[in-house]
């Protein structure tokens, strides 16, 4: 079964309401020709989302819209936090869960991702679930072993339908934002051992249609090596996604790859 490209903008704490939506009208525009080929998301900042809804929502472009974070309790004294009724209300239909910008940053644990994940998926909205390792795991050749604990503690214990609708995120902290990326051969072996687990884990049926996304310095002048791999279905993009020209290239590179 081939699984369908996708390529998802992960906007980080970048663009004004009004800016967001610029772009994904810029976006909408360029992309016309792939919408059936690959699954596009953007994901804003909550404070543009929903004016990038409307952007994205009116002329029909068909481009999913995610949060970068959520909480996994639906209402409550939580003060900074936000719900999943309050990410559906306005059109999310996805959702970066563990980022390691907020695994590092913010204290978010396996355990927060879990509780997260779970809450998505109970409200229909999907999870695009990062793992990767730091340097100085890799260095000591525990990459496959550490990624692979990131997925099971994330995942362990859900329904497997509900798995399938889950995305991964290879994201190696050590190639996010620095202009260094793994060999495309050494992303594809980090995915497959991922694969393997979602295997091991619900199944070999499900574990051919989960998507894994490569992350990190992806742009478009590398995403074609990475998308050539047969474990990689696309990528989660940071800087290059914040230009409609670049991100729109990508979305066409990962077209080719259907
Ligand atoms: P860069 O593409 O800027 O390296 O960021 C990757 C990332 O963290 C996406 O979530």
């Known amino acids: 079964m081939a699984r369908k490209p996708m390529i998802a903008g992960n906007w980080k704490m970048y663009k004004t309401a009004e800016e967001g939506a610029e772009l994904a009208q810029g976006l909408g525009e360029r992309i016309r020709l792939h919408w059936d080929d690959v699954d596009v998301v953007i994901c804003p900042p909550f404070t543009a989302l929903k004016s990038v809804s409307a952007a994205i929502g009116s002329g029909g472009p068909n481009i999913g819209l995610a949060a970068q974070n959520v909480h996994w309790e639906e209402k409550g004294a939580f003060t900074g936090e936000v719900s999943v009724p309050m990410l559906a209300d306005l059109g999310c239909s996805w959702c970066i869960v563990g980022h390691s910008e907020r695994r ?21 909205i999907d999870p695009i679930l990062c793992v990767g390792e730091s340097l100085e795991t890799r260095d000591s050749g525990a990459t496959d072993s550490f990624v692979r604990g990131q997925v099971r503690a994330a995942l ?73 791999e047969p474990n990689v279905d696309g990528a989660l993009v940071g800087g290059a996604a914040l230009d409609a020209a670049s991100f729109s290239a990508m979305v066409e590179t990962a077209s080719l790859y259907l």
């Open 156 to 228: 362990e214990g859900i329904p497997a339908d509900d798995a399938a609708r889950v995305v991964i995120a290879y994201e190696p902290i050590w190639a996010i934002g620095t202009g260094l990326t793994p060999d495309a051969e050494a992303a594809n072996d980090v995915c497959r051992a991922i694969r393997a687990m979602i295997g091991t884990l619900f199944g070999q049926s499900v574990a051919i249609q989960v998507r894994i996304l490569y992350g990190g310095s992806a742009k478009p002048e590398n995403l074609g090596q990475f998308m050539a």
């Open 104 to 124: 590092g940053m913010f204290g978010e644990t396996d355990e927060s991702v879990a509780r997260k994940v779970r809450a998505l998926l109970a409200a229909g």
